[in-house]
């Protein structure tokens, strides 16, 4: 059995007594890739433009949050990352501080547990003495189908769409997002008289996608937040934006929802106006602009990094099982 709808098929088959919404979140954290510095880079900005910051990053460890940590770095910020999974936090910022040569922490976090989010950020505080920007890279994502039956090829059709699934999305991606941003403003922001938010959400809203209700809902209200906190303290000197990747190469995200052949990639690359899947430093290089001075009187903004692909590309029935008939 093969594929994403594979891999619901298995979480929600947990054994009797697993929580189901547990045994997805473990599954998908077990199918990760590995992430690498990048070998060489040329800087678009000034190597100094993030100079004497520190940037708390959750999901810093693999995927976009790790390619954020490192533009970061390479730009003067010191970084902390936090996930849930220790082990590859601690490799990860042993590759990040070797490649920079600055400072990356690391901190295993639940994002849905609120108390353990103060006391990292309590910790943090500790050692670096401020938080300059928040990134909230943490997220999760997996298909899953709202009803049944599902028809026109997709494989395996037959798959039960459990609550606990819905509810462990919006706990990760939407609590967890506020959360944490709560905490770093009561704690740190607050008193130091400002700060800088940048939510990494998706494009799935737009103009909806099969299989994504779940994933869907929980950006649009992480996008809504970012535009309410942006107005509610922004006369204390925060700012609050969003970026909305669209399908980027080499994440765990583009391998779930259909791009982990070069078949399937090269249908996806022909339905956007750009002709090419994005990268993980598209996406860093525009939080870079959105974390520094250059972007000082932007706030309540969704930057959209997608190559025109929500316009063009709407993920229906016909065009998922499409992607599916090339995995």
Same mark, same amino acid.
Do not use: W
């Given at each position: &059995?093969?594929?994403?709808?594979?891999?619901?098929?298995?979480?929600?088959?947990?054994?009797?007594? @697993?929580?189901?919404?547990?045994?997805?979140?473990?599954?998908?954290?077990?199918?990760?890739?590995?992430?690498?510095?990048?070998?060489?880079?040329?800087?678009?900005?000034?190597?100094?433009?993030?100079?004497?910051?520190?940037?708390?990053?959750?999901?810093?460890?693999?995927?976009?949050?790790?390619?954020?940590?490192?533009?970061? &770095?390479?730009?003067?910020?010191?970084?902390?990352?936090?996930?849930?999974?220790?082990?590859?936090?601690?490799?990860?910022?042993?590759?990040?501080?070797?490649?920079?040569?600055?400072?990356?922490?690391?901190?295993?976090?639940?994002?849905?547990?609120?108390?353990?989010?103060?006391?990292?950020?309590?910790?943090?505080l500790k050692n670096f003495q401020r938080i300059d920007i928040l990134i909230n890279a943490a997220a999760g994502n997996f298909p899953v189908p709202c009803c049944l039956p599902l028809t026109k090829g997709i494989q395996n059709r037959c798959v039960l769409h459990d609550p606990c699934i819905t509810r462990l999305l919006l706990d990760?991606?939407?609590?967890?997002?506020?959360?944490?941003?709560?905490?770093?403003?009561?704690?740190?922001?607050?008193?130091?008289?400002?700060?800088?938010?940048?939510?990494?959400?998706?494009?799935?809203?737009?103009?909806?996608?099969?299989?994504? @209700?779940?994933?869907?809902?929980?950006?649009?209200?992480?996008?809504?937040m970012t535009r309410h906190l942006a107005v509610e303290w922004g006369p204390q000197g925060v700012r609050v934006n969003s970026i909305a990747p669209g399908p980027i190469a080499g994440t765990e995200g583009m391998r779930r929802l259909g791009g982990a052949t070069s078949a399937a990639r090269e249908f996806l690359q022909q339905q956007i106006p750009l002709q090419r899947l994005g990268t993980r430093t598209d996406i860093a290089e525009a939080a870079l602009y959105l974390a520094s001075d250059l972007s000082s009187y932007v706030t309540g903004s969704v930057l959209v990094v997608d190559g025109g692909a929500w316009m063009t590309s709407g993920m229906d029935l016909d065009t998922m099982a499409n992607i599916h008939s090339k995995l």
């Open positions: &059995m093969r594929g994403p709808v594979a891999f619901i098929r298995r979480a929600v088959q947990s054994r009797r007594g @697993v929580n189901i919404a547990d045994s997805a979140l473990n599954n998908m954290a077990q199918e990760g890739h590995d992430d690498y510095c990048l070998q060489s880079y040329s800087y678009r900005f000034s190597p100094t433009l993030l100079e004497g910051r520190v940037a708390f990053i959750t999901g810093g460890g693999s995927g976009i949050g790790f390619r954020i940590a490192e533009l970061f &770095m390479r730009h003067g910020c010191d970084t902390v990352i936090a996930s849930r999974n220790l082990g590859k936090l601690e490799d990860a910022a042993e590759q990040l501080t070797k490649a920079t040569g600055r400072k990356c922490l690391t901190y295993q976090l639940d994002v849905r547990k609120y108390d353990q989010i103060c006391d990292v950020v309590k910790t943090l990760i991606d939407t609590v967890g997002t506020f959360s944490v941003t709560r905490a770093v403003y009561d704690l740190c922001f607050k008193e130091q008289g400002g700060g800088v938010v940048i939510n990494i959400t998706a494009t799935l809203h737009y103009t909806g996608t099969v299989l994504q @209700v779940h994933a869907g809902s929980a950006k649009a209200a992480v996008d809504a």
